[in-house]
């Protein structure tokens, strides 16, 4: 005997068709992009080699239910970088996440990195007018105005009309060149075009602010982390964080001593003078404070939040110099995915 939703697709009528309930926990891994992850790599590897596998495990045979983690600082490819797609790729996994799993969907890793601010790569058309008006008017960079005409093009087919900055391939044929050297070469050169483009577009939208010309959530996507972003739509800005979102937090004691160790760079937001000597981002570590301390204290109970001390080695952090701190949030995540 058919069902009336059987009878209902069978006249084509998929309207009130119910979800099948998902089978799956898909969790979302949110940290810092610093070259190869190094930032949080002990970390990570660990919940590769030692706590996903328990997960997997524990989730089938209590629950009849899949275990899945999307860690996309392993999975940007070239083209992501290429298109800038990077932060839309990461929103759409974070989006799909928080569909698809019946239990926890976001974890964040903080520690003293705030992270990559990438130039946007979508700017609503009155909004981008508004700024390339101001970078003449106001700030007279008229051949930073021109940089913005060459790089952003006009989408009229988005609602509402949009500037797309354009692949860096479109521009710079070379990025993507066979020769090592070549690459590298066009490389330095698109970051050079991309501070610049950063740059004008950030002390724009600072004008158009103070002129109240933008609302704070318009400012503040010039100058915010891919990882902020992560968390505002991750945690920040969902109803239930508390029943699907952690926050784990990591202070490094005796960082702020030894920035001039090689390895430090990787594990805190620095810069370089003319001279070669490190120099803290003092507007990245605003940001980041603000993220932590206001920001996810306001969002998330404390049981939501995991926070842990642990001590610079010149070797940064590892597996084998803080095993016990590992171990320790090995069994922290462990527990409380369970949960």
């Known amino acids: 005997m058919q069902t009336s939703y059987q009878i209902d697709i069978l006249r084509g009528r998929c309207q009130e068709i119910p979800e099948v309930r998902s089978k799956v926990v898909r969790v979302f891994i ?77 974890v964040v890793l903080l520690s003293h990195r705030y992270g990559s601010r990438p130039t946007p790569a979508t700017i609503h058309a009155s909004l981008f007018e508004r700024l390339q008006q101001i970078v003449v008017s106001d700030l007279n960079l008229t051949e930073d105005a021109e940089l913005l005409s060459q790089w952003y093009q006009l989408d009229t087919n988005c609602i509402p009309a949009a500037y797309i900055l354009r692949p860096i391939s479109s521009m710079l044929s070379n990025i993507k060149s066979a020769e090592l050297d070549e690459m590298k070469k066009v490389a330095k050169e698109w970051t050079k075009i991309n501070n610049r483009i950063r740059t004008c577009l950030r002390q724009a939208a600072v004008k158009c602010f103070e002129q109240g010309q933008i609302n704070a959530n318009e400012y503040d996507d010039f100058f915010i982390s891919v990882t ?109 995915i369970k949960q």
């Open 30 to 106: 949110s940290s810092t992009f610093s070259g190869r992850a190094y930032y949080t790599l002990s970390e990570r590897d660990s919940l590769i080699d030692n706590v996903f596998p328990k997960l997997k495990d524990y989730c089938r045979e209590k629950y009849g239910l899949e275990f899945q983690y999307s860690d996309m600082r392993w999975g940007i490819e070239n083209e992501s970088t290429d298109n800038h797609s990077e932060v839309a790729t990461c929103l759409n996994e974070i989006k799909l996440c928080q569909k698809y799993s019946v239990a926890t969907n976001f």
């Open 228 to 336: 902020e972003k992560e968390i505002v739509n991750g945690i920040l800005s969902v109803p239930n964080a508390n029943e699907r979102t952690l926050c784990f937090l990591r202070k490094i004691d005796g960082i702020y001593d030894h920035l001039s160790d090689s390895k430090a760079s990787r594990f805190i937001d620095l810069y370089y003078s003319d001279d070669g000597k490190p120099i803290i981002d003092h507007e990245a570590e605003q940001l980041l404070n603000r993220l932590k301390c206001t920001c996810i204290l306001n969002a998330l109970q404390s049981n939501n939040i995991y926070a842990y001390t642990v001590h610079w080695t010149q070797n940064g952090i590892n597996r084998h110099d803080h095993a016990e701190y590992i171990s320790k949030f090995n069994d922290d995540f462990y527990d409380a």
